[in-house]
Every structure is written in structure tokens, then in C-alpha cells.
């Protein structure tokens, strides 16, 4: 079984410039995650998706931040303008289905470096 | 609010000596606790879910245990190969997962 494609691996821009993720969930998973981990920390979940509708982004910085998914499939992260503290490893993680009781597959991630 | 906390930050230990790793939580509704390892460079991988008080779950070296305020993950004769950061995540009433900040695991032949 395919695991979760996230492209790029790695990323390097300035700050004010933006920058889009890519995230291919495992097949017939209904929720999308996607989180930001800073160097040291645990993941911050940064939006939740149940198909292709928004079940939690009240720690996504909407001024910057926008994530979508189309058809209930791919998702995009964008962020724009980057700042400084948007450097960390952006991951994106499916699971089965949002009312089970069930684990989130992870991606490699994205590490984002902004100078 | 719903808050994850692990213990210690960072473990050493020689190859051979157990221990165990804490997970204390608050949630609403617990509907899962899971248990992930992480190495440097790669996403977490899935380890353990446990869903109720008094539930252990077993993989080679590693056990994990459920109380209604806290999880354990015993390592019993940790491998070099078991260095690592271990990452524990509840899932509460309102379908968030929420992680967290990791015990990074160093073993030393």
C-alpha cells in the first residue's frame, strides 16, 4: 500500500516570498491533516480535513496561511508572505475516517527554511 | 482544554537498561492515545493505539500501557537501533489529534 506523498522534501526562500506544499493522502483515507513541527517540538496540527471540508483550523494563521483540498483527494499548503518563524517540517498525515478511533499515517514531510 | 505532556525531554541509556517513558494528558472524551517514533528526517511512524484504562499493548521491545490520566511505554532491553524520538497523541470528543513535544531516546552500546 502507498504511503503519503508529500513534495517538495525540502524548500529554501526568503522572507515576504511564498511557497506552496503538495500532500497525496493513502487511498480512501477521509481525513487530511497537516501540521507544522518546529526543531525539538512536537507536531502542531494546523488543519483538519474531512473530505474536502475544513473540521478544524483554529490554529492555522489564516493572514498567511490557506490550505485546500480538492475533490476530497490532494490538499495544498500555502503560505504567503513567509516570515522567519515559519521555518519547521510541515507534514501531512490521512487517517480512515474522523468519527473512528483510528491512527494517522504520516509523509516524509517538508522542511521549510526561511532567510 | 485539551494538553499532552511527556517525560522526560531526553532519555540516555546504555544498551540493555530499561526504563519507561510517561505520556500525561487531559482530554474530553478520550477516544484514542497513541504512541509514535520518530527519527530525524522522517515523519512519525505509527507504534501503538490504546483506547481504554487498563489496556497494554506489545511490540518486540516495547510495551504500552493506559491509566485514565496517563500512558507508559516500558522499553525493556533497548537496542541502539531504538534511538529515537517516541511521540505520544490523544485523539478527544472532538476528533483533534493532538501531540506532544516527544522524549528524544539516545541508547549507547
Known amino acids: 500500500e502507498a504511503g503519503v506523498a508529500q513534495s517538495p522534501r525540502y524548500k529554501i526562500i526568503e522572507k515576504r516570498q511564498s511557497v506552496a506544499f503538495w500532500c497525496n493522502p493513502i487511498?480512501?483515507?477521509?481525513?487530511l491533516y497537516w501540521y507544522q513541527q518546529i526543531l525539538g517540538q512536537g507536531p502542531k496540527l494546523l488543519i483538519q480535513?474531512?473530505?474536502?471540508?475544513?473540521?478544524?483550523d483554529s490554529q492555522l494563521p489564516k493572514d498567511r496561511f490557506s490550505a485546500e483540498r480538492l475533490k476530497g483527494v490532494d490538499s495544498t499548503l500555502k503560505i504567503q508572505p513567509a516570515k522567519l518563524e515559519d521555518s519547521a517540517v510541515y507534514l501531512c498525515?490521512?487517517?480512515?475516517?474522523?468519527?473512528?478511533?483510528?491512527?494517522?499515517?504520516f509523509g516524509q514531510g517538508t522542511r521549510l527554511t526561511v532567510v | 482544554e485539551d494538553q499532552v505532556t511527556q517525560s522526560p525531554e531526553a532519555l540516555r541509556l546504555q544498551e540493555g537498561e530499561s526504563s519507561s517513558l510517561n505520556c500525561s494528558y487531559t482530554?474530553?472524551?478520550?477516544?484514542?492515545l497513541f504512541w509514535y517514533r520518530q527519527d530525524p528526517g522522517k515523519g512519525p511512524e505509527f507504534l501503538f493505539t490504546?483506547?481504554?484504562a487498563g489496556e497494554e499493548k506489545e511490540k518486540e521491545r516495547l510495551k504500552a500501557t493506559l491509566t485514565k490520566k496517563e500512558s507508559f511505554l516500558h522499553i525493556t532491553a533497548p537496542k541502539p537501533e531504538d534511538s529515537a524520538t517516541y511521540l505520544c497523541?490523544?485523539?478527544?470528543?472532538?476528533?483533534?489529534?493532538?501531540f506532544g513535544s516527544g522524549t528524544k531516546l539516545n541508547v549507547k552500546p
Open positions: 498525515a490521512s487517517s480512515l475516517m474522523v468519527g473512528g478511533n483510528t491512527e494517522a499515517f
Open positions: 487511498s480512501g483515507h477521509a481525513t
Open positions: 480535513f474531512q473530505n474536502n471540508g475544513v473540521v478544524d
Open positions: 482530554v474530553s472524551g478520550l477516544r484514542g
Open positions: 490504546l483506547y481504554s
Open positions: 497523541a490523544v485523539k478527544g470528543n472532538f476528533n483533534k489529534f493532538y
